[in-house]
């Protein structure tokens, strides 16, 4: 006779008192917000719950549990071992957004081919990690938990890898052989039986190897669980590639699928060392087949210095995108290629700049005010107040002395404003997919200006038509971000109209700008032909230069002895006459770099010169 199951009200007070027990299993000193419980799934799928029974949100540390799956697999009776096992994933692994990012870019490498599956298995992976440990140190009904997810579980069809998996839970916890797998689990050889032309035998022995390796593992990197990962992915490889259908079943399981979702990890922008190292299979790993404790160290010692001679490099744009939705961040393609430019930027700014103070700040009494009942009872000047009346009613006859302080006279400094014009012509590369250096460089300028106090108007430009600018001069990072991530990839043309109305509007405002334009050769077109009003480029140039007046800028990816042999008379005799024009006529100053990558330098060089601390 079953017994009858509690209604979902009922079922939810249960698990909520279960909690504290659920964060002391941990630590006492553990803390965590209430769970989410969750009456139906529908609920849950609002909170970003789908698939699974439970999940954690790193991005604000949340467990949330549907009570509907929970019932339906008939697990209500193990409420703080559930619950136990989402705070272990906020606690231990992967404990963070940027660690959960870090566990999946480690494992993309070994999982060529099926890297859309690398969530799973590093759920899988950190799931055996919490629940081995909260058998073992905690003492929780973790195996007697899992037997009940897999009675309960009828999700589609037992795979090899759902098969493997439950045989790795029996020889963690020295379970009796099929007490989780079942009949899924393939019978062992008879001894003395003929092996040799068994394909089916050597299946099952494969399986039980693998399942003692991943044991093994999971126990070796327990307290360095993201060595760990990469070596369980390869192990694991073979199942995916074996069977389309492998995770169908798993995804009961899934409680870190969209675990980063809303949350920006940092320093994904670098690969770790570990990423540029072939991944190893848990069978030639030397730390997990070292027998003392000598060798176990001197394994560990190799594998360090290892990561630490790494050659490590950036990831692209695209690499970072498909990463973070691996992750469960749902960013579109800008999106994601905005956080990258921003991450890649943050090292070469500017420092925050400090308060200016006023030499002196003595206090000086500037007169009496009334001393009111809500004032700061010590601000009564008793002396004054007695003069008025030798007997004080509070609020009526107190008075307060009223200060001042002395003005410094240190002259205020205002930053430049910017406008930036970054050039997306076919010769410039699609910033979302690879790196762009002028974006970057741009995502540099910006950033500084805007934490030194300026306002940033930024225009990407490949024509006169193809033209993309913030909404004026604006103070939002993301606001110019958005504009220097586009791309076009079309001809080359300055678009003149832009400059021109630009400053014709902001010369009214009195405010000093400075001019930047990142470009190549092509930057030629801002002076060699006239705009639609057939005014010529160099008067505009020269007309918007002057309403500026904060200077002008042209850095430029062209050879450095660009001018050499030039003449100040014949400007037709250098290639670049138009560019010799500009700066000698009208004093843009031309900066070159020899490649792209080089802009970065200049940036940072530019940055520090006109928004570092000694401008401010």
């Known amino acids: 006779m079953t017994s009858k199951k509690p209604k979902a009200s009922t079922l939810a007070e249960i698990w909520a008192s279960a909690f504290p027990t659920a964060l002391a299993a941990w630590s006492p000193y553990t803390r965590l917000k209430a769970p989410l419980l969750l009456d139906t799934s529908k609920a849950a799928a609002k909170e970003g719950l789908t698939g699974s029974f439970a999940m954690i949100r790193l991005v604000d540390q949340t467990v949330v549990i549907d009570l509907q799956q929970v019932a339906e697999l008939g697990i209500q009776d193990y409420a703080v071992e559930v619950l136990a096992h989402e705070i272990g994933h906020h606690v231990y692994a992967p404990a963070s957004i940027s660690d959960h990012t870090r566990s999946l870019a480690r494992m993309l490498p070994a999982l060529p081919t099926v890297t859309q599956h690398a969530p799973m298995i590093a759920n899988l992976y950190t799931d055996l990690l919490i629940?081995?440990?909260?058998?073992?140190?905690?003492?929780l009904r973790m195996p007697a938990l899992m037997q009940a997810v897999v009675a309960g579980n009828t999700r589609g069809k037992a795979s090899k890898l759902w098969t493997l998996y439950l045989r790795i839970y029996e020889m963690l916890w020295g379970m009796e052989r099929g007490s989780l797998c079942g009949p899924d689990l393939p019978e062992r050889p008879a001894a003395g039986s003929d092996q040799s032309s068994s394909a089916q035998t050597a299946t099952n022995d494969t399986l039980e190897v693998d399942a003692r390796l991943a044991a093994r593992l999971v126990r070796h990197y327990a307290r360095h669980w993201l060595e760990g990962g990469a070596r369980f992915a390869v192990l694991v490889l073979p199942y995916l590639m074996e069977d389309g259908q492998a995770t169908e079943r798993l995804q009961t399981l899934m409680d870190t699928k969209d675990a980063g979702a809303g949350g920006q990890p940092e320093g994904l922008t670098g690969m770790d060392p570990e990423e540029m190292q072939r991944p190893s299979h848990p069978a030639s790993d030397d730390g997990l087949n070292a027998q003392s404790e000598e060798e176990q160290a001197a394994a560990r010692a190799k594998a360090e210095k290892a990561a630490r001679t790494g050659t490590g490099q950036a990831r692209d744009p695209f690499q970072y995108g498909e990463l973070l939705r691996l992750a469960g961040i749902k960013l579109d393609q800008q999106q994601a290629a905005m956080r990258?430019?921003?991450?890649?930027?943050?090292?070469?700014?500017?420092?925050?700049p400090g308060l200016p103070t006023n030499q002196s700040e003595d206090p000086?009494?500037?007169?009496?005010?009334p001393w009111d009942a809500g004032d700061p009872i010590d601000r009564i000047d008793w002396r004054e107040s007695l003069v008025l009346c030798p007997v004080p009613i509070p609020g009526l006859t107190t008075v307060q002395r009223r200060y001042g302080t002395q003005p410094g006279v240190e002259p205020a400094r205002?930053?430049?404003?910017?406008?930036?014009?970054?050039?997306?012509?076919?010769s410039m590369p699609n910033p979302r997919s690879q790196l762009s250096w002028p974006a970057l460089a741009g995502a540099v300028i910006c950033l500084s200006a805007l934490r030194a106090g300026a306002s940033v108007q930024v225009t990407l430009w490949a024509s006169r038509r193809e033209v993309t600018t913030t909404k004026g001069f604006v103070r939002s990072a993301d606001d110019c971000l958005r504009v220097l991530t586009g791309y076009y990839g079309g001809g080359t043309q300055f678009p003149l109209p832009t400059l021109r109305d630009t400053h014709a509007k902001r010369v009214k405002l009195k405010k000093p700008t400075h001019i930047l334009v990142v470009s190549d050769d092509g930057a030629s077109t801002m002076f060699d032909s006239p705009d639609e009003r057939g005014t010529s480029g160099l008067e505009v140039c020269a007309t918007a230069l002057r309403q500026a007046a904060g200077g002008g800028t042209l850095?430029?990816?062209?050879?450095?002895?660009?001018?050499?042999?030039?003449t100040k008379t014949d400007w037709s005799k250098s290639a670049f006459g138009w560019l010799l024009r500009a700066r000698n006529e009208q004093g843009w100053k031309i900066s070159t770099v020899a490649t792209l990558a080089d802009l970065l330098g200049f940036a940072r060089e530019f940055s520090q010169r006109h928004y570092g601390e000694k401008v401010l």
């Not at 000086?364 to 005010?369: A, I, S, T």
């Open 555 to 566: 850095a430029l990816n062209i050879r450095p002895n660009w001018d050499k042999g030039s």
């Open 340 to 352: 990258y430019y921003a991450e890649r930027a943050r090292p070469y700014l500017v420092p925050f």
């Open 364 to 369: 000086l009494p500037e007169g009496l005010d």
């Open 131 to 139: 629940n081995d440990r909260l058998m073992r140190s905690a003492g």
């Open 414 to 426: 205002v930053p430049l404003d910017l406008d930036l014009h970054v050039d997306s012509s076919g």
